[in-house]
């Protein structure tokens, strides 16, 4: 069956950068996107972007460009976002999540707390 | 950007109610409108691809309709598993966006 398992939550200080990974499983990894989807305590789901691990190419949302950067792995069929110059307003759970024009599997999601 | 606003922002029920959601884009996305449910802490579930189409594993009381700008997510008679967020998204074009959400909650 499909799954996305993702790491576990990070704890980082300000002006620091993280890697989240999303280890797949169940399915041909080259053949999807996986997209990155980022929800703050109590609020909406907000698209980060996508990576097609086939070519690894990439789109991001013009708000994470700089902030967000997409990496997938095709011998481990995992991929990875980074984030830098982190600060409080990252602080939120980050899904990675299949891709089919809909998203069919989501991992668990991974929560990121940014403090000192 | 295309907007997805989603009506009511919580909707207060009974179990075996009939409930219907709303969510209205800011342009035409014809059918490329799908529905999500979460709960607390979980990640999000699809219960409704294209508008309304169902999938796999969703239980017959979910369905969907609309299209255009306007949609609605409907659960005829309410279950307690069915309490939680309701969230749409869109596919029309990028950035993909997602709607406010709903929050059904037992009344």
């Known amino acids: 069956q499909v799954q996305l398992q993702q790491s576990g939550p990070e704890l980082v200080k300000p002006g620091a950068s993280v890697r989240i990974s999303c280890k797949a499983s169940g399915y041909t990894f080259t053949s999807y996107y996986i997209h990155w989807v980022k929800q703050r305590p109590g609020q909406g789901l907000e698209w980060i972007g996508w990576?097609?691990?086939?070519?690894?190419?990439?789109k991001y949302n013009e708000k994470f460009k700089g902030k967000a950067t997409l990496t997938a792995d095709k011998s481990s069929s995992t991929a990875y976002m980074q984030l830098s110059s982190l600060t409080s307003e990252d602080s939120a759970v980050y899904f990675c999540a299949k891709h089919y024009d809909y998203f069919d599997y989501w991992g668990q999601g991974t929560t990121l707390t940014v403090s000192s | 950007d295309i907007v997805l606003t989603q009506s009511p922002a919580t909707l207060s029920v009974t179990p075996g109610d009939r409930v219907s959601l709303s969510c209205r884009a800011s342009?035409?996305?014809?059918?490329?409108l799908h529905w999500y449910q979460q709960k607390s802490h979980e990640s999000p579930r699809l219960l409704i691809k294209?508008?309304?189409q169902s999938i796999s594993g969703i239980p017959s009381r979910f369905s969907g309709s609309g299209s255009g700008t306007d949609f609605t997510l409907s659960i005829n008679s309410v279950e307690t598993e069915d309490f939680g967020m309701y969230f749409c998204q869109q596919s029309n074009s990028w950035p993909q966006t997602f709607g406010g959400g709903t929050k059904l909650e037992i009344k």
């Open positions: 342009q035409s996305i014809s059918n490329y």
């Open positions: 990576i097609y691990p086939g070519n690894v190419n990439t």
């Open positions: 294209y508008a309304s």
